[in-house]
């Protein structure tokens, strides 16, 4: 939306100090119109060049120019450096983030090896009433898998529970902007990957239990 400067200049009235009069909603709009309403500087001008090969040259000239203190930017170069900035930033969180689903993974994989001992029995049980081998091994993927994908959800419903609490505090104290809808593609990828991951990781422990033998966990260990 495009307005003119002087409209700018009364969407400001009232607040030349840099904060709200509170007389300034009181102000008719027609004594707003009696006053002069020029602007008495401008701190950004967008300009547009009709040949676009000179916009280097026109912002070394204008970045050079001693008799006044202008610098010129271009929009598109600038946001660039911005994001590679906050690349930077993104891409630790995100390993932060792999490293934290690896612990997840790795703790999912400890705690079913180390319960394989106490469950020796329990797998015998199930063999001898007639569970196959293969049976023993999806048992103990999907368990894996489930576990998994029950991490996944609860991280997911906390991050974006955290973030609608979060969200209008920033707003308020920084001007930081958060849109937190449902979730989105990125989370669907997000959970589909840690259930594989589990699933895969799973499968360690459940070949393990599929090679023991039917009397394994029927005989007394002395």
């Known amino acids: ?12 009235v009232g607040w030349e100090t840099g904060a709200k009069n509170p007389l300034a909603d009181t102000i008719p ?4 119109r009696s006053f002069d309403l020029t602007p008495k500087t401008v701190t950004a001008v967008f300009v547009g060049l009709e040949r676009k090969g000179t916009i280097l040259t026109t912002r070394r000239a204008i970045n050079t120019n001693r008799t006044e203190p202008l610098m010129a930017i271009i929009p598109g170069e600038a946001l660039s450096e ?4 906050t690349s930077v930033a993104e891409r630790a969180l995100l390993a932060v983030s792999a490293f934290v689903i690896a612990v997840g993974l790795v703790s999912i994989l400890t705690s079913i090896l180390t319960s394989l001992n106490e469950r020796r029995r329990e797998m015998s049980i199930l063999r001898a ?22 991490g996944a959800v609860l991280g ?21 902007a958060f849109s937190m809808g449902a979730p989105g593609l990125v989370d669907l990828a997000v959970l589909a990957a840690v259930t ?13 239990a599929m090679r023991r033998s039917l009397a394994d966990g029927l005989s007394v260990r002395l």
């Open 1 to 12: 939306m495009h307005v003119s400067l002087e409209a700018i200049t009364a969407i400001h």
């Open 29 to 32: 709009e027609e004594m707003i």
């Open 82 to 85: 911005l994001w590679n900035v």
């Open 129 to 150: 009433t007639g569970a196959r081998p293969h049976h023993i091994f999806l048992l103990l993927v999907l368990e894996a898998g489930l576990v998994g994908f029950l």
């Open 156 to 176: 997911i419903a906390l991050v974006h529970g955290i973030i609608a609490l979060i969200a209008p505090l920033l707003q308020a104290q920084y001007g930081v």
């Open 196 to 208: 594989a991951a589990s699933l895969l990781i799973g499968a360690v422990p459940a070949l393990a």
